[in-house]
């Protein structure tokens, strides 16, 4: 979606295929900003927090999380169902081989397939011969195959080709705003193609963070979101999700980015930081929030985070925010009270 919202073509689809199930939207809406918006002239976007009203809306009147678009109905709880089983794959070739056969399963877009030659991947959506897939359809599941994945291994995936199987609509400029790139059009099947490489990218997410995605939903696939575009910000995501002691190595989080030690520390050199920056900045983070909550001591606190010895922990503490841990503990505690 743009930095001016949703185009109104995608919300007016959306209702359209709601009201073909004999549905009166605007009687069952009670957002009648929505209306007003939709009928002012000129109006060429809306935006994404309404949007995202809008949409929930919809799905509560349709009872499909499709919006009645698929070959057959796709049953609230399915994108839960799909979501926590890719949360625990390994990597990405792997979730996205989860994603593919579950959406064929549950969409009924029965031969959609993931494709991996030489050095493309490629996510086809398809139904069986004879059934369409609708232009809102292909949009909606194409975003989904592109931003769910790259939530997931918390990193950008530059698309190479996306391909829509339909005449070059109108609001096709709409399209590098969602996709990164503009399609091409009237292809056999709606697909996205991307450097295969990142198959081998660490699924980094956990599953507490799906609940809060899946609680937000579908919030955070309409807004744009460029996830993790830097090393660094994989570095830290992987330290915050693993081992987030003073032990925690370099060789251990290159092995999760499948490169080398001396090439992590060359990316990281270029982004202006280092390993042990960003180890350090996770533990002062996590210690500041241990001394805030005050349910551990600070020799419990220093063991947690895997200091040799408590005196350890107060030299490195007092190095990141100027003061001894047991007086930042004290301050913080009065200023609450107060």
Do not use: K
């Not at 030659?117 to 359809?137: F, K, N, Q, S, Y």
């Not at 931003?147 to 995936?157: C, N």
């Amino acid at each position: 979606m743009s930095a001016d919202g949703v185009a109104v073509q995608f919300v007016r689809a959306a209702i359209a295929s709601t009201e073909s199930a004999g549905i009166d939207v605007r009687r069952a809406t009670r957002d009648t900003s929505l209306w007003r918006e939709l009928a002012r002239p000129g109006t060429t976007h809306i935006g994404c927090e309404q949007a995202v009203t809008a949409l929930r809306g919809l799905l509560r009147l349709t009872g499909d999380e499709l919006l009645l678009l698929g070959p057959r109905p796709v049953l609230p709880g399915t994108f839960r169902m799909i979501s926590l089983g890719l949360i625990h794959a390994p990597d990405l070739r792997t979730a996205l081989e989860r994603l593919v056969e579950f959406a064929s399963i549950t969409t009924g877009y029965s031969r959609s397939r993931l494709v991996v030659d030489g050095a493309t991947c490629r996510i086809e959506i398809a139904a069986e011969p004879g059934a369409d897939v609708p232009p809102l359809a292909a949009e909606i599941m194409l975003a989904f195959a592109h931003r769910f994945p790259a939530w997931l291994a918390a990193r950008r995936i530059p698309l190479t080709g996306v391909e829509l199987p339909f005449p070059e609509p109108g609001y096709s400029a709409e399209y590098l705003h969602i996709f990164g790139r503009s399609p091409s059009f009237d292809a056999p099947v709606a697909a996205i193609s991307f450097d295969a490489g990142h198959l081998a990218a660490p699924v980094v997410r956990e599953e507490q963070e799906l609940l809060g995605y899946l609680q937000r939903s579908p919030a955070d696939l309409i807004h744009h979101r460029d996830y993790g575009t830097t090393t660094a910000d994989r570095v830290r995501n992987i330290l915050e999700r693993g081992d987030t002691s003073s032990r925690a190595r370099a060789e251990d989080v290159a092995a999760r980015l499948s490169v080398s030690v001396p090439h992590l520390r060359r990316l990281l050199r270029r982004e202006g930081t280092s390993f042990h920056r960003i180890r350090e900045e996770v533990l002062r983070d996590l210690a500041i929030a241990g001394l805030r909550r005050g349910a551990e001591s600070v020799d419990e606190l220093s063991s947690r985070l895997g200091f040799s010895e408590p005196s350890a922990f107060r030299r490195a503490f007092t190095r990141w925010v100027g003061s001894p841990p047991g007086e930042y503990r004290d301050r913080h505690a009065l200023a609450a009270r107060n």
